[in-house]
């Protein structure tokens, strides 16, 4: 007998999601958890869980079209929210709506680790074009470098060009120093 509840429950369990590994200046990895074409997953968003190593990060970019929704579970970071360095710490919800810019790195010593959605969906699209498969008996490439023909594949999905382009360390540019992080945590409110 039909419930009229098919199609509408996913259940993802832990490890269960489709993973794949980040590249340059990430490092870290991606699972996303559903997206349109899932089965029991919605059609307007995707969600997925994300970790960044020490000195990870997430170049501030903004969505033409996408909310963003952020839930901080491990760690902590640095935000530059709108041209704003927040401190981040688990626990903590953030809200990004369409073409406000964001960016996130790890400043911390362990894992710093959120679940995203993103709505409408595409960002699952981005995190597949430039990611490896990440699973039981699969090493850890990184860091490997962004694809050549990242800023295509940007654009082909739910990115936009900014202008003015991110300054360091908010940029594409991978952190080798730590030190370079000390004015961001000072500033940051």
Not at 15 to 38: D, F, T
Not at 93 to 117: S, T, V
Request: aromatic share 8%; charged share 20%.
């Amino acid at each position: 007998m039909a419930t009229g509840n098919e199609g509408r429950i996913r259940l993802v369990p832990p490890g269960g999601g489709e993973e794949h590994w980040q590249p340059q200046p990430a490092n870290g990895w991606i699972s996303i958890l559903a997206a349109p074409g899932m089965a029991g997953a919605p059609c307007g968003a995707s969600v997925g869980l994300q970790e960044l190593p020490p000195l990870g990060k997430i170049r501030e970019h903004a969505h033409p079209a996408q909310d963003e929704y952020f839930f901080f579970l491990e760690g902590e970071g640095l935000a530059r929210l709108d041209g704003v360095v927040r401190r981040i710490r688990r626990g903590s919800f953030l809200f990004a709506g369409a073409r406000a810019r964001h960016g996130f790195i790890n400043d911390g010593a362990g894992p710093f680790r959120f679940l995203w959605m993103l709505a409408p969906a595409g960002l699952e699209e981005f995190f597949r074009a430039i990611g490896r498969p990440r699973g039981a008996g699969r090493p850890d490439p990184t860091p490997y470098p962004r694809p050549a023909d990242v800023g295509a594949i940007e654009l082909a999905t739910v990115f936009e060009t900014l202008d003015p382009p991110p300054p360091p360390p908010w940029d594409a540019a991978p952190i080798t120093d730590a030190a370079v992080l000390e004015p961001l945590r000072r500033a940051a409110v």
